[in-house]
């Protein structure tokens, strides 16, 4: 078994509220889940108004596959996302 995980940073610049934050991270979320069937949360930062981090997750049982489908997703987010993407990350734990 292999768990996909895709973390995404974006800086919210001129948001000065949580509810901006909230509506900006549920359309990402949904956008998301949608699209690839994946699990999203956000993961930190969850006080911040100019900082989002969200965690995507998948589970299969070949990582090329995983790794592919959460290349997908944040190519989708780079070319969708309403702020700016700081930082990305994806990890393959094989299990």
Do not use: C
């Amino acid at each position: 078994m292999v768990v996909g995980v895709l973390t995404l940073e974006f800086a919210l610049h001129g948001n000065d509220s949580l509810k901006g934050k909230r509506r900006v991270a549920q359309s990402l979320k949904r956008k998301l889940r949608n699209k690839f069937n994946v699990a999203v949360a956000e993961t930190a930062m969850q006080e911040s108004w100019d900082t989002l981090v969200l965690a995507a997750v998948t589970v299969s049982g070949d990582a090329v596959h995983a790794r592919g489908l959460l290349q997908k997703a944040l190519n989708m987010v780079v070319a969708a996302a309403e702020a700016e993407l700081v930082d990305d990350d994806i990890a393959i734990l094989s299990l």
